[in-house]
């Protein structure tokens, strides 16, 4: 039996900078308001989080600093994935030292793996930890997919890979894994805009990048969902598809979501090279969504 909830809403959470470095007050402040909004997880260190762009240990303290803050009120999946089989157990084993509850693991990006490669690589990584895994297949980022066999393989194979976030933007991928997958293993959206039509094929929830900016919401409708009232469930999502859709449209995540929490000003507008802050017509479309969805003046 899985120990994380694996339903509800995760945050993909984002890393906040000043001056080049972590602004963990500005952090500390967002995992606060993570907890005071109901969601049930978050995932530092993420692709939301810049993984690709921190440090080693960066990537550790913000780990830590995580499951520090979060102080049990939140489930902490930490991103420890990589492209390097032997990279990922280690920062894996830095999660687990600190305290995470899970892990996040990418399908390895650059190198293209095939399906057998894919299965030993994430089979490494679950015989090297005790803590939960959470498969990771986004293939408009790495270039391949996790297939449902193989997924259906690794759980059989690890009883610790309890859960998988699809992020291939293709509903028809839901009905596939649910029929390949045990019951018990979890498939989470990884697509805010189609959370809910994943959710009506068996999904069970969300990581979510739109909860960085409006997580209470995201529970509301996530919630209205998992109780069988979908009518409401789309109402929400209707309510606030402008910002949902925007934070992920208007340019590679996350650009748009952090240039969102700085216009809210909860954290300052600073991204890492090589991705650079919103500018022109996007900004400006940006600051039309969050007006229109009441967060800013």
């Known amino acids: ?13 984002v890393t906040p900078f000043k001056e080049g470095k972590v602004d963990f007050d500005a952090y500390g402040k967002l995992i ?10 978050i995932i530092p260190a993420g692709t939301t989080g810049e993984c690709a762009t921190l440090t080693s240990a960066e990537h550790i303290e913000v780990i830590r600093f995580a499951v520090e803050k979060a102080a049990g009120r ?17 920062l894996t084993a830095e999660a687990e030292s600190a305290g995470a509850h899970g892990t996040l693991q990418v399908t390895p990006y650059y ?10 690589h994430f089979k ?24 449902p066999e193989t997924a259906a393989r ?31 293993m979890a498939v989470l959206s990884g697509d805010d805009p189609l959370t809910l039509d994943f959710m009506k094929f068996g ?29 409401e469930a789309r109402q929400i999502l ?39 802050s919103l500018t022109g017509p996007a900004r400006q479309q940006l600051r039309s969504l969050l007006k229109e969805a009441g967060l800013i003046q």
């Open 1 to 13: 039996m899985s120990s994380l909830k694996l339903s509800g809403v995760y945050t993909a959470l």
């Open 32 to 41: 606060d308001a993570q907890a005071a909004a109901g969601i049930t997880g």
């Open 74 to 90: 939140l489930e902490v999946v930490a991103g420890t994935g990589a492209n390097s089989t032997s990279e990922a157990i280690d």
């Open 111 to 120: 190198n293209k793996p095939n399906q057998e490669g894919l299965f030993q």
């Open 124 to 147: 490494a990584i679950a015989d090297s930890t005790k803590m939960e895994v959470m498969l990771y297949s986004v293939p408009g980022r790495c270039a391949v997919e996790i297939e």
């Open 154 to 184: 690794l759980a059989a194979a690890c009883s610790n890979i309890t859960s998988i976030k699809e992020a291939g933007g293709e509903v028809d991928r839901v009905p596939a894994l649910v029929s390949a997958l045990p019951e018990e």
């Open 203 to 231: 999904a069970t929830g969300v990581v979510s990048v739109a909860a960085n900016v409006i997580p209470s919401i995201m529970v509301a409708m996530v919630t209205a969902m998992q109780s069988g009232n979908e009518s």
């Open 238 to 276: 209707s309510n606030n598809e402008g910002i949902i859709s925007g934070l992920m449209a208007l340019d590679s995540n996350p650009i748009p979501v952090k240039a969102a929490l700085a216009e809210i000003g909860l954290i300052e507008d600073e991204i890492r090279l090589p991705l650079t």
